[in-house]
């Protein structure tokens, strides 16, 4: 055997190893639907691979068309694969069920019946042979009417999933784009070198290239799933849920780089109300402050006379592990204005609260709960003793009775609010007063 076929062979023979290596890395470090199909992808790579590289050892045409047969289980799958990877990464993935994909393998299916059973037909390959050239044995064949109804749908399916990439960089935001980039790169390689093969580009005689050019696209999953996060979120499915939301977004990895953002946010950055180091600056800061009630961070910082708040919130997978985080950048300007606005107006109303002549309290469950400052000179007790006493400690003993009955009326919402009654108001120091009052029922605290 040429020392130059032993070379290539196990160039083939490598890729394969490289293919079930991604697979097996991918599989085990996630559960998403798209890594599967990635990992799906992968294997039928390694498939491929490693028996084009058995093929290049072959000696006799017997052992050569085995492994051609083999080969083709991979083949086949591959652009069914492919599509359904690409339309799980873009969000497209609707369509995907049990039924369409088996729809969809009807084709693959039969093409490798006939592969397989092509000497009793010949209408995969017309005729078959075995070439020994310097780079190995080779299979040598005229294409059959199957052969091409193979080229066809297999490209059909590749084409699609393809312009689905293409689409959703054309969709894709600035800082998506770097992300989106990686995965057209990664897809198109191994088909632009399948092609030049159907066509007769072949600069390394009979050589077909495709596997390798999927290996190139294996090294390209690793650096995306190791470095670049590039399948970790769906980029279609969050720019349709970025685009309705009217707050600026940035979704960030652990190591803090922003991985993606909203057309909002990406509209702040390009009227320059805030650049990519900035805002990097100010999450890396730790000026957040926990809200435990929303459970998330914060802080709020003021931009071109506007005032935002800044929440984060973790980003987790299936195994409840960070991934990533979510900052949310809300204008609270107006916000502001009505706080400040309100707050003005409680003062407004605390002062004249606190000013008013007539006594002023709220009763809750038999029991003082709030009171104005004239209702404690009234009184003569201090803030404690008030809130701590019932309230039949202030009402003089002969008109207790009658004063009660009427709280237990107007609890019961059975009396006339707007009518004005008259009692003993009983002091500290047991002496009395007489007050005339009228009620109106509030709620207080939630109650």
Not at 50 to 56: R, S
Not at 207 to 221: A, K, N, Q, S
Request: aromatic share 18%.
């Amino acid at each position: 055997m040429p020392m130059n076929a032993i070379i290539y062979s196990n160039i083939f023979i490598f890729s394969a190893f490289i293919s079930l290596i991604v697979s097996i890395y991918v599989l085990s470090h996630t559960r998403y639907t798209v890594y599967k199909s990635i990992t799906a992808l992968m294997f039928a790579i390694t498939i491929w691979s490693v028996f084009y590289g058995m093929e290049l050892r072959a000696n006799n045409y017997e052992i050569l068309i085995m492994f051609v047969k083999l080969q083709y289980w991979g083949i086949v799958s591959i652009p069914v694969i492919w599509l359904i990877f690409a339309s799980r990464y873009t969000g497209k993935d609707a369509w995907i069920n049990v039924f369409s994909i088996s729809a969809l393998f009807v084709v693959p299916a039969v093409n490798l019946f006939m592969v397989n059973t092509n000497i009793s037909h010949q209408l995969f390959y017309t005729s078959s042979s075995i070439l020994s050239t310097k780079f190995g044995f080779i299979h040598q064949f005229a294409s059959g009417p199957f052969y091409w109804i193979h080229i066809i749908y297999s490209y059909f399916l590749i084409s699609i999933g393809i312009i689905l990439v293409i689409v959703n960089y054309l969709h894709s935001s600035k800082i998506q784009r770097k992300r989106a980039a990686f995965v057209i790169f990664g897809s198109v390689i191994p088909f632009v070198f399948s092609a030049f093969y159907i066509i007769g580009f072949r600069p390394i005689g009979f050589i077909d290239l495709t596997p390798i050019g999927f290996m190139i696209m294996g090294l390209v999953v690793i650096y995306g799933v190791k470095n670049s996060k590039i399948f970790d979120i769906k980029p279609l499915l969050l720019n349709s849920l970025f685009d309705s939301l009217p707050d600026a977004i940035f979704a960030l990895d652990t190591k803090q780089r922003i991985i993606t953002a909203n057309p909002k946010a990406m509209d702040m950055i390009e009227k320059k109300l805030i650049t990519e180091d900035d805002f990097l600056e100010m999450v890396r800061s730790g000026k957040f402050i926990y809200n435990s009630e929303s459970d998330l961070y914060f802080f709020e910082i003021c931009i071109s006379n506007q005032k935002y708040r800044i929440e984060r919130t973790e980003i987790l997978d299936k195994r409840k592990t960070l991934i990533g985080f979510l900052y949310i950048v809300v204008n609270i300007t107006q916000e502001e204005l009505y706080r400040e606005a309100l707050k003005k107006s409680e003062e407004q109303y605390k002062l004249l609260f606190d000013n008013v002549q007539e006594g002023i309290i709220v009763i809750q469950d038999e029991r003082l709960v709030f009171f104005n400052p004239m209702f404690q000179k009234f009184s003569g007790y201090d803030n404690e003793e008030l809130l701590a006493l019932s309230v039949e400690r202030f009402i003089f003993d002969t008109d207790r009775r009658y004063i009660m009955n009427l709280y237990k009326q107007f609890v019961m919402d059975q009396t006339d609010f707007n009518q004005k009654y008259s009692f003993r108001l009983k002091t500290k120091d047991n002496s009395y007063c007489w007050v005339e009052f009228s009620s109106v029922p509030i709620v207080w605290n939630g109650k």
